[in-house]
T-cell receptor, first 112, second 112 residues
């Protein structure tokens, strides 16, 4: 059964460093998403991506964040200068036409 | 997107049916009801969705009341692996961005 994959599973970085989180969505999906979950809190929407452009973003998704689909298979989330409060689980999701979203296992980002 | 109300927690005996209620009294005519679950530390998992007819798949059944103001997710024979937080989300599919807004959900504990 096809699934969304994410790498790395755990990323530790120093405050102020850039990180790139990678996702491989399900191959025939057209909609791509990033969500995050701070420990003990709700899953929060960050950004959606369709037709090679951002279709919606939340207030969390400020200028420090960017997304890219560089090669038609990978979908990346970049945080330019990490802050302590960026520590969270980051989930990638992809969706079909009827918008069931399928989530990856997540990347745990720890900012020190 | 319409707001939903779910009980904070529920218990269920292993092998019995788990019935998880959701109230969505302000749902509009083009909004669907989606159910997801999140097993501890994993990515959210799509379960089922529907508009007004009852739906069934290999994981669960979804019963939507005739006035569409509430619904019930039924896990017919709960197992220990069904212990998770279950989220009822009401939204229009394919709206701008297609984001999912997660509430607090129902924490289901399946006990031996």
């Amino acid at each position: 059964e096809p699934e969304v994959t994410q790498t790395p599973s755990h990323q530790v970085t120093q405050m102020g460093q850039e990180v790139i989180l990678r996702c491989v969505p399900i191959s025939n999906h057209l909609y791509f998403y990033w969500y995050r979950q701070i420990l003990g809190q709700k899953v929060e929407f960050l950004v959606s991506f369709y037709n090679n452009e951002i279709s919606e973003k939340s207030e969390i998704f400020d200028d420090q964040f960017s997304v890219e689909r560089p090669d038609g298979s990978n979908f990346t989330l970049k945080i330019r200068s990490t802050k302590l409060e960026d520590s969270a689980m980051y989930f990638c999701a992809s969706g079909s036409r009827y918008n069931e979203q399928f989530f990856g296992p997540g990347t745990r980002l720890t900012v020190l | 997107d319409a707001k939903t109300t779910q009980p904070t927690s529920m218990d269920c005996a292993e092998g019995r049916a788990a019935n998880l209620p959701c109230n969505h009294s302000t749902i509009s005519g083009n909004e669907y009801v989606y159910w997801y679950r999140q097993i501890h530390s994993q990515g959210p998992q799509y379960i089922i969705h529907g508009l007004k007819n009852n739906e069934t798949n290999e994981m669960a059944s979804l019963i939507i009341t005739e006035d569409r103001k509430s619904s019930t997710l039924i896990l017919p024979h709960a197992t220990l692996r069904d212990t998770a937080v279950y989220y009822c989300i009401v939204r229009v599919p394919n709206n701008q961005g297609g984001k999912l807004i997660f509430g607090q959900g129902t924490e289901l504990s399946v006990k031996p």
